[in-house]
């Protein structure tokens, strides 16, 4: 019985192995902040972004995607269009280290054994998770840094278009925002309490951030077999 199974989990082995392909590769671009501080606009990249990428296409319409991005989170009350924000005159700016897992769809058939160029827009979204410094404000509106780091859990909405540039390059353009399940990432917060006097804006409204930017990733793997999709 031992060696059946061994004989069987080799063979299930051998064919998930020939029926993968990978893609591995860069993302390059800017991030923006909308919370309590600063700019409201969905789209308006005002620090940089950067990190790596990794994919497993799973069939020519859907893909398992890892990534991990380095970025800076930035608001400036001053440069926001609310009268109330520029008078008050709050800033920031927020390292976060950024680890994203989920699925990435297609909307056309992306084969990348098929040899003519192929061109697609697509979705992503699954589930993130990034690391971030904690901060408040206090009375006169300077920054008292906590000395602690907090892990903001959030969503990715993901829209692209992606296209081949040789057998191995793929192109794409994407513009991601994350919706996440904390308010701590602009100050506007304490981590300590989320109930102290100090805390400000709309506390039943959580912080998002938005990635735009290019990805260039290098495709290598067998042949796969897409005969199940």
Not at 2 to 24: D, G, M, N, P, V
Not at 49 to 71: C, D, E, M, Q, T
Not at 156 to 177: C, F, N, R, S
Request: aromatic letters at 18%.
């Amino acid at each position: 019985m031992r060696y059946l199974t061994i004989i069987l989990f080799s063979i299930i082995f051998s064919q998930t192995a020939q029926s993968q392909i990978y893609e591995i590769g860069v993302f390059g671009g800017g991030s923006n902040f909308i919370g309590d501080v600063g700019k409201t606009n969905y789209i308006s990249p005002n620090q940089s972004a950067f990190g790596a990428i990794l994919k497993w296409n799973r069939s020519p319409r859907h893909s398992w995607r890892v990534s991990v991005i380095y970025a800076v989170l930035e608001g400036i009350d001053a440069k926001s269009d609310d009268p109330r924000r520029q008078e008050r005159d709050y800033s920031f700016d927020n390292n976060i280290f950024e680890i994203s897992a989920g699925m990435e769809f297609t909307f056309f058939d992306f084969n990348l054994h098929e040899y003519d160029n192929k061109t697609t827009p697509y979705l992503y979204t699954g589930i993130t998770s990034g690391r971030h410094s904690n901060f408040y404000f206090d009375n006169n509106g300077e920054i008292v840094g906590e000395g602690t780091y907090s892990w903001a859990f959030g969503i990715p909405m993901v829209l692209g278009v992606k296209t081949t540039l040789t057998d191995h390059l793929i192109l794409g353009a994407e513009i991601g925002a994350r919706y996440t399940f904390s308010d701590e990432l602009d100050g506007s917060v304490p981590d300590f309490d989320n109930e102290h006097p100090l805390s400000f804006g709309n506390t039943n409204s959580n912080d998002w951030y938005v990635f735009t930017g290019f990805t260039l990733t290098y495709t290598f793997g067998r042949r796969p077999c897409y005969c199940d999709f």
